[in-house]
């Protein structure tokens, strides 16, 4: 029975980025699937948010390059990243999950390709939650990257094989599982808490939820 878990951050420690995105969107009058498709298919929308989440750029090049980028005007650089995470907050039944996981035992680690220093995450909440971390522009490293998710069992005290990691992303799970993790796919609270439950061997819920 695996004895670490390894949890993403955006869209599974919080609610879903792509409805935030898709909100930011709609707000500055653009297609409501604009960011989430710049990111599948335009190259140089992809190599923008890797070179931010390696911490070769900061906010300041990358809310410029990305507003011109959508179709924006300049004047909407300002505040871009956050105004595109506005709609995403902390999905806290997930959050508690990874609390009692943490309380009954099980070393708990947080992998995220972060979006450099413009989305701040809650640090007070580390102790809590984590007994370690990686942060991708902190470490030079991103997911699918096999060296971040050895770096983030490593963090924890534990060997690959013995953690199993929750991401949103197949791509992302994919090359945890190529390092010998076991992987959850995250779609709801509702349906990945019950299957760590099962994997961890620890109740993560409340009786009555």
Same mark, same amino acid.
């Given at each position: =029975?695996?004895?670490?878990?390894?949890?993403?951050?955006?869209?599974? *420690?919080?609610?879903?980025?792509?409805?935030?995105?898709?909100?930011?969107?709609?707000? $500055?009058? *653009?297609?409501?699937?604009?960011?989430?498709?710049?990111?599948?298919?335009?190259?140089?929308?992809?190599?923008?948010? %890797? !070179?931010?989440?390696?911490?070769?750029?900061?906010?300041? %090049?990358?809310?410029?390059?990305?507003?011109?980028?959508?179709?924006?005007?300049?004047?909407?650089?300002?505040?871009?990243?956050?105004? =595109?995470?506005?709609?995403?907050?902390?999905? !806290?039944? =997930?959050?508690?999950?990874?609390?009692?996981?943490?309380?009954?035992?099980?070393?708990?680690?947080?992998?995220?390709?972060?979006?450099?220093?413009? *989305?701040? /995450?809650?640090?007070?909440?580390?102790? %809590?939650?984590?007994?370690?971390?990686?942060?991708?522009?902190?470490?030079?490293?991103?997911?699918?990257?096999?060296?971040? /998710?050895? *770096?983030?069992?490593?963090?924890?005290?534990?060997?690959?094989?013995?953690?199993?990691?929750?991401?949103?992303?197949?791509?992302?799970?994919?090359?945890?599982?190529?390092?010998? =993790?076991?992987?959850?796919?995250?779609?709801?609270?509702?349906?990945?808490?019950? $299957?760590?439950?099962?994997?961890?061997?620890?109740?993560?819920?409340?009786?009555? %939820?």
């Amino acid at each position: =029975m695996p004895a670490g878990l390894l949890v993403d951050f955006g869209g599974v *420690l919080t609610h879903s980025v792509f409805e935030s995105f898709a909100t930011f969107c709609r707000d $500055e009058g *653009l297609p409501h699937d604009l960011v989430a498709n710049a990111f599948r298919t335009r190259a140089d929308a992809r190599s923008l948010l %890797e !070179e931010l989440e390696l911490g070769r750029i900061g906010a300041e %090049e990358f809310e410029p390059r990305f507003t011109e980028l959508l179709g924006l005007a300049p004047d909407r650089a300002p505040g871009l990243v956050g105004r =595109m995470f506005a709609a995403c907050p902390p999905d !806290e039944a =997930m959050i508690a999950a990874v609390a009692a996981a943490r309380r009954a035992g099980v070393r708990t680690g947080l992998i995220s390709n972060s979006w450099g220093d413009a *989305l701040v /995450y809650d640090r007070a909440r580390f102790p %809590e939650l984590f007994d370690g971390w990686v942060i991708s522009h902190e470490v030079g490293l991103r997911k699918p990257d096999p060296a971040i /998710y050895r *770096l983030g069992a490593e963090r924890i005290g534990l060997p690959p094989a013995d953690c199993v990691f929750v991401d949103d992303l197949g791509g992302n799970l994919k090359a945890a599982k190529a390092v010998g =993790m076991t992987t959850v796919r995250h779609r709801t609270a509702a349906e990945t808490i019950p $299957e760590l439950e099962a994997l961890l061997g620890v109740a993560l819920r409340a009786p009555d %939820e």
